[in-house]
């Protein structure tokens, strides 16, 4: 499957926050977009599920337009920057609900298997961006957005996101956006950067310091 987004554009009042957007994503890459606070990245993502309306969009799928928003196609999940779950969802029900195994989980991932009757909202906030990426990514989903699914979390975990991610992108479309760009390059196999309103196809890390995204690649 092929993703394409093109011809964005949006404002917020008088104030031009997209145009000159491109972006393609295919089943079995993870494509990443980095770009400074501000320059519409979420923005982009909301666009591209449907949650924002803007002047112009146009999404294809296999080449073909898909008018309705992409929210109400069963094949598709977003995380979001914030917390989507209930703070007082038990977790081991949030598993049920998402249909995915709890045993599986708490196994591998000793540090939460005390957690089955918490509620979502005790945790802390990295534990909760871990377990949302976690149920986001195993959901049997073609199309995933991942709007910073690093934010928050230690470097082990962000090791075990990175790790969950190689596992499952065979049979998906993954798209994701972090400030944690190192993770992000590695990874991304298509990498596009976010700058004056429009995307730029990285072709060369060094094309990041180029436009000013970094310092040091
Ligand atoms: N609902 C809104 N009304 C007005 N302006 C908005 C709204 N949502 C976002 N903006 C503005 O649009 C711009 C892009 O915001 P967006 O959240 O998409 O950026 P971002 O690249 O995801 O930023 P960050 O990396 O800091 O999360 C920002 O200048 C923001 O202030």
């Not at 999404?59 to 928003?69: E, G, S, T």
Request: hydrophobic content about 40%; aromatic content about 12%.
């Amino acid at each position: 499957m092929i993703f394409e987004i093109d011809n964005v554009e949006l404002y917020f009042k008088s104030k031009k926050i997209l145009n000159g957007i491109y972006l393609k994503a295919e089943t079995g890459k993870v494509t990443g977009i980095l770009g400074r606070n501000g320059c519409g990245k979420s923005s982009l993502l909301d666009i591209a599920f449907g949650n924002l309306k803007p002047k112009y969009k146009l999404v294809r799928i296999d080449k073909k337009p898909i008018l309705k928003p992409l929210y109400l196609a069963k094949n598709v999940m977003y995380l979001p920057q914030y917390d989507f779950v209930p703070r007082n969802l038990k977790i081991g029900k949030l598993f049920k609900l998402f249909k995915i195994d709890w045993i599986n989980f708490s196994d591998k991932y000793k540090n939460f298997s005390a957690y089955k009757n918490h509620k979502f909202g005790k945790l802390s906030g990295g534990e909760r961006r871990f377990i949302e990426t976690y149920l986001v990514l195993k959901c049997d989903k073609d199309l995933v957005f991942l709007d910073e699914p690093f934010n928050g979390i230690s470097p082990i975990l962000i090791d075990d996101v990175k790790a969950l991610i190689n596992e499952v992108k065979n049979k998906k479309i993954i798209i994701l956006t972090d400030h944690k760009y190192k993770d992000v390059i590695e990874i991304t196999d298509e990498l596009y950067l976010l700058n004056n309103d429009s995307t730029f196809l990285i072709k060369n890390l060094n094309q990041l310091e180029d436009y000013g995204y970094v310092t040091q690649v």
